[in-house]
């Protein structure tokens, strides 16, 4: 009685292991056409002819394929700057925010402040401010820097969209460092720089490179501010320029889609280096409670 | 001295946020209370007129209730989702890491180019969606998808859920991944069915994730303006129009920066509210412990 029972226990379990692969097999599937079919398809039109895309067939002749939308974006838009643009504001929302928050992010850490939770705090609750209302402010304030239509007066705004997780992500990565590791550092001379350049950093790597593509990626992507900062083609992102092509009147999809490919592919290839540590750097704290 | 230096490593910090987040916040509640446009440098206090206005509008309150319900319509739909994607991971079978990889792709990309990847597909002509219904005989559905009021919300929503879902899956699956496998065990000798494990395992064991997950997405969602501003622009008429667009609308392109600064102000009231409540939930949690 007792050995059927039994048996009849790892049969169900077999049973129930086999329906759930199933299970998770379709819901793959399904998965990988609802939310990567989508991307692949703008790559795929991005090399073909305006005619090819016009003749709505799913699978066009081979003969359709052509470079000439990116040669087209090339000749006819001023991608490469707004491509530089992109990358220099970017890059420097970055290194900004990564200087300001390791500091920051380190002496809520380590140090006594007084208030400490409520900063912590009110560092949470900047997320609950509508980015809308503070634009109009904010544009006067950097109208009044005179740093309308200047890359920096855009990466000075952008640093508010990053710097609340960057700084709270951190703190809560320098938390799981020992203290003892400062303090023999200290005991051997070291200043503050040193301690965090030399030891600090390179132990908190996994969470600076989290906190360095979180603050790229969302500069790159960012089209509020960009939208109301930049006032000609010197600061001008690629965002909004994808944003301004499809949104024309006639669009020239084949142009699009080589315009979107060429604007997403540094933010995957950039993914493709941290995606492993991505959640755990996101989610930071929410894990270790 | 020791003690002086966290509020030097912290101070860049509280500076920036305080001149770029705290300020323009203050600010911008001010400036509900005046009569400011973007084209004019003077301005007059006016009391309250702008909320005497605003509870005139019929356009607020349509943009209200669509705020009140898309928020969360969307972040249920993703919960729910998100859960069933982790729970997909989770199981062993092969092909699994390369789809675990692959799948939070969507998030990274920039919101214009969501949208845009979207807008062509729903195109009337060359959309995926329309050659998909054209050739399964169904040509009386063929539209643009965003152009036809019924649809263009729904639309909305998958558009959040395209981004969004694979990062709660992910962050979801992270989160089982702490739940040590011995209290499966033991529930299956206690006879606990699927169901049963889900309710009383594997849900507490990702209680922190969730609540952190849940409060992000609906002041993020809440909060979204470049999805609704980039795919309609609020519309067809006004199907589509939420807080944060009607805000960016009355700011920049109607120059009544007063107008949109209350309707901005009564989002952050809303956001407020909702702050306070996750507070008190996060407080009571605490308590249980």
Redesign the interface.
């Known amino acids: 009685m007792k050995i059927t029972d039994l048996l009849n226990f790892n049969f169900n379990r077999k049973q129930?292991r086999i329906r759930?692969?199933i299970?998770?097999?379709i819901?793959?599937v399904l998965?990988?056409i609802?939310?990567?079919f989508?991307?692949l398809?703008?790559f795929y039109?991005s090399f073909r002819t305006q005619e090819s895309?016009?003749t709505?067939?799913?699978i066009p002749p081979l003969e359709g394929f052509t470079l000439i939308n990116y040669s087209n974006i090339f000749s006819e838009t001023d991608f490469p700057r707004y491509f530089l643009n992109s990358i220099e504001i970017s890059g420097l929302v970055t290194l900004l925010s990564l200087?300001?928050?390791i500091?920051?992010g380190?002496?809520?850490s380590?140090?006594?402040?007084k208030g400490k939770k409520t900063?912590l705090l009110?560092?949470f609750?900047?997320?609950?401010?509508?980015?809308?209302?503070?634009?109009?402010?904010?544009?006067?304030?950097v109208f009044t820097l005179k740093l309308i239509d200047k890359k920096i007066g855009i990466v000075?705004?952008q640093?508010?969209l990053v710097?609340?997780f960057c700084?709270w992500m951190l703190k809560s990565y320098f938390d799981t460092i020992p203290n003892d590791v400062d303090d023999s550092a200290k005991i051997d001379g070291c200043n503050?720089f040193q301690l965090l350049w030399k030891i600090i950093l390179p132990i908190a790597a996994p969470g600076i490179m989290v906190a360095a593509f979180f603050s790229f990626?969302v500069s790159?992507?960012d089209?509020?501010i960009v939208?109301?900062i930049s006032q000609s083609q010197s600061t001008a992102t690629?965002?909004?320029i994808?944003?301004r092509?499809?949104?024309s009147l006639n669009i020239r999809?084949g142009l699009?889609?080589a315009a979107?490919t060429l604007?997403?592919i540094p933010?995957?290839f950039?993914?493709?280096f941290v995606?492993r540590r991505?959640?755990?750097g996101?989610?930071a704290?929410?894990?270790r409670? | 001295m020791?003690?002086r230096?966290?509020?030097?490593?912290?101070l860049?910090?509280?500076f920036?946020?305080c001149?770029?987040?705290l300020?323009?916040?203050i600010?911008?509640i001010r400036?509900a209370f005046t009569d400011?446009s973007?084209l004019r440098g003077s301005y007059h206090y006016i009391g309250y007129a702008n909320y005497i206005q605003m509870i005139q509008d019929p356009i607020f309150w349509v943009s209200f209730w669509h705020s009140l319900i898309l928020t969360p319509t969307v972040v249920v739909l993703q919960l729910v989702l998100g859960i069933?994607?982790a729970?997909?991971m989770k199981?062993k079978?092969p092909?699994?890491a390369i789809?675990k990889?692959?799948?939070?792709?969507?998030w990274?990309?920039?919101?214009?180019?969501t949208?845009?990847?979207?807008?062509?597909?729903a195109?009337p002509?060359?959309g995926?969606i329309?050659?998909?219904l054209?050739?399964l005989g169904l040509k009386e559905m063929v539209k643009y998808w965003f152009g036809v009021p019924e649809f263009a919300m729904p639309f909305i929503i998958l558009l959040h859920l395209?981004r969004n879902?694979?990062?709660y899956g992910?962050?979801f699956l992270?989160?089982m991944q702490?739940i040590p496998i011995s209290s499966y065990e033991s529930a299956e000798i206690d006879g606990a069915g699927?169901f049963q494990k889900f309710w009383f395992i594997t849900l507490p064991g990702i209680r922190?994730?969730l609540i952190?997950?849940v409060t992000?997405h609906v002041?993020?969602t809440f909060?979204n303006?470049?999805f609704i501003?980039?795919a309609t622009g609020g519309g067809p008429v006004n199907s589509t129009d939420v807080?944060?667009v009607l805000?960016?609308r009355q700011?920049?392109d109607n120059y009544a920066?007063g107008y949109?600064?209350s309707i901005?102000?009564v989002?952050?009231l809303i956001?407020?509210l909702?702050?306070i409540v996750y507070l008190m939930i996060q407080e009571r949690g605490e308590y249980k412990r």
């Not at chain 1, 380590?110 to 402040?113: A, L, T, V």
């Not at chain 1, 609750?125 to 304030?141: A, D, E, K, N």
């Not at chain 2, 230096?5 to 912290?10: A, D, F």
């Not at chain 2, 990889?101 to 969507?106: K, Q, Y």
């Open positions: 129930i759930n692969n299970t998770a097999y819901i793959v998965s990988l609802f939310f990567i989508p991307m398809w703008i039109c895309i016009f709505a067939k799913l200087i300001i928050s500091l920051g380190y002496g809520l380590r140090y006594e402040i900063i009110g560092i609750s900047t997320q609950m401010f509508p980015q809308v209302l503070m634009l109009i402010p904010l544009f006067i304030l000075l705004t640093l508010i710097l609340p700084m503050i990626v790159w992507s089209y509020l939208s109301v690629l965002t909004l994808v944003a092509l499809s949104s999809w699009v889609c979107v604007t997403i933010t995957l950039l993914f493709s995606q991505l959640i755990e996101m989610t704290g929410a894990l409670e | 020791d003690r230096k966290g509020y030097y490593l912290i860049p910090a509280v920036i946020m001149m770029f987040t300020y323009p916040v600010e911008g400036v400011k973007l069933v994607l729970w997909t199981q079978i092909g699994m789809f990889s692959l799948i939070m792709a969507s990274v990309i920039p919101v214009a180019a949208v845009t990847v979207f807008k062509f597909m195109q002509d060359v995926f329309n050659i998909i054209t050739s395209w879902v694979p990062f992910i962050a992270a989160a702490t699927p922190s994730m952190l997950m992000i002041l993020w909060n303006f470049d501003y980039l807080l944060p805000v960016y700011s920049w920066a949109g600064a901005g102000s989002m952050l956001m407020g909702y702050f």
